[in-house]
C-alpha cells in the first residue's frame, strides 16, 4: 500500500501519494498542479518502480565493471556473460519480444568472435579451412534496430497522438513483409491484425501487440524523480542524483493519458 511504499522510499506518504495523483507543470514563472487520471496515476506509480530497479541495475553494472576491471597488461583478466533464455508462449507480448532481441545481439556476438572473425583471419593469412554454417542474426537484428524497424516504428506510434498497436503491425507489414528470403517478419494470420511474427534464429516466434505503446512509454515525470532524489535512504537518494535526466532514460518514463 502507499505507506509500505512510502517506507520502502524513504519518503513521507503524503507526499508520495500527491507525486502519483498529480504533476506540477511550470509555465510563464507559475507553477501548477494538475490531476492525474487513474490510469496516468497508475502508470506513473509503474513508472517510478521502472525507474528505480534500471539505477539499481545500472549501480550493480557500475560495481561488476570496477571490481573486475584491470589496467594493468600482465594482470589476469576476468569476463563475465550473463545470458538469458530465449522465449516463446502461447502468448508473446513486449517482454518476450525484448528479451528475444537481447538474445539475437549475444547470438551476433558470440558468432562473430567465434566464428567470422576467426574465418577473416584465416582468409588474410593464407591458412586453409572448411567453411562452417552457423545461425547469423544480423538480418533480425535489422528488422528488430535498423532503420524503421521495430523499435524505430513503436517509438513513432509512441509519439503520434493517435498511434496505435494495429497501425504499427500495419507499418511493419508495409515495409518489411518482402525484406529477406525467407522474410524476417511475417503475418501468422490473415484475420488477426494485433500479431506478427518474427524468425529468430531459434525459431519464428509471433508477438501480440497488444499493450505495447503503454509498454513502452515509460518518462518518468519530473516530480517523482525530485521526490525520489529527496528520500532519506542514501542509497536511493544516490542513485536518482547520480542520473537525474530521467526523460532521456530509455527505460523509465510514462505518458500521461
Excluded at 570496477?66 to 502468448?91: K, N, P, Q, Y
Excluded at 554454417?133 to 516504428?153: C, H, N, Q, T
Amino acid at each position: 500500500d502507499l505507506d509500505a511504499g512510502a517506507r520502502a522510499l524513504g519518503v513521507s506518504a503524503s507526499a508520495l501519494g500527491e507525486a502519483l495523483v498529480s504533476r506540477t507543470v511550470t509555465t510563464a514563472g507559475e507553477t501548477i498542479a494538475t490531476p492525474r487520471t487513474p490510469t496516468a496515476a497508475a502508470s506513473t506509480r509503474d513508472a517510478l518502480a521502472k525507474g528505480l530497479y534500471l539505477r539499481c541495475f545500472d549501480w550493480v553494472v557500475e560495481r561488476t565493471n570496477e571490481a573486475t576491471a584491470t589496467f594493468d597488461e600482465d594482470s589476469t583478466a576476468c569476463g563475465l556473460l550473463d545470458i538469458f533464455g530465449f522465449e516463446r508462449f502461447d502468448v508473446n507480448r513486449f517482454e518476450q519480444l525484448c528479451i528475444n532481441y537481447g538474445n539475437e545481439k549475444l547470438q551476433e556476438k558470440f558468432c562473430y568472435d567465434l566464428f567470422r572473425s576467426v574465418q577473416d583471419e584465416y582468409e588474410a593469412e593464407g591458412v586453409p579451412w572448411d567453411s562452417v554454417s552457423f545461425p547469423d542474426s544480423a538480418a533480425a537484428l535489422r528488422l528488430l534496430e535498423g532503420r524503421m524497424g521495430v523499435i524505430d516504428v513503436l517509438n513513432e506510434e509512441c509519439a503520434r497522438p493517435r498511434g496505435s498497436e494495429l497501425a504499427l503491425v500495419a507499418k511493419l507489414a508495409t515495409l518489411h513483409a518482402e525484406d529477406g528470403d525467407p522474410p524476417r517478419f511475417f503475418r501468422p494470420s490473415k484475420i488477426r491484425k494485433d500479431v506478427f511474427g518474427v524468425r529468430h534464429y531459434a525459431g519464428p516466434v509471433v508477438y501480440d501487440v497488444d499493450g505495447w505503446l503503454d509498454r513502452n512509454r515509460d518518462r518518468l515525470h519530473d516530480d517523482c524523480a525530485v521526490l525520489a532524489r529527496g528520500s532519506s535512504n542514501k542509497f536511493i537518494r544516490e542513485v536518482f542524483e547520480a542520473r537525474p535526466d530521467a526523460a532521456a532514460a530509455a527505460a523509465e518514463a510514462i505518458v500521461d493519458a
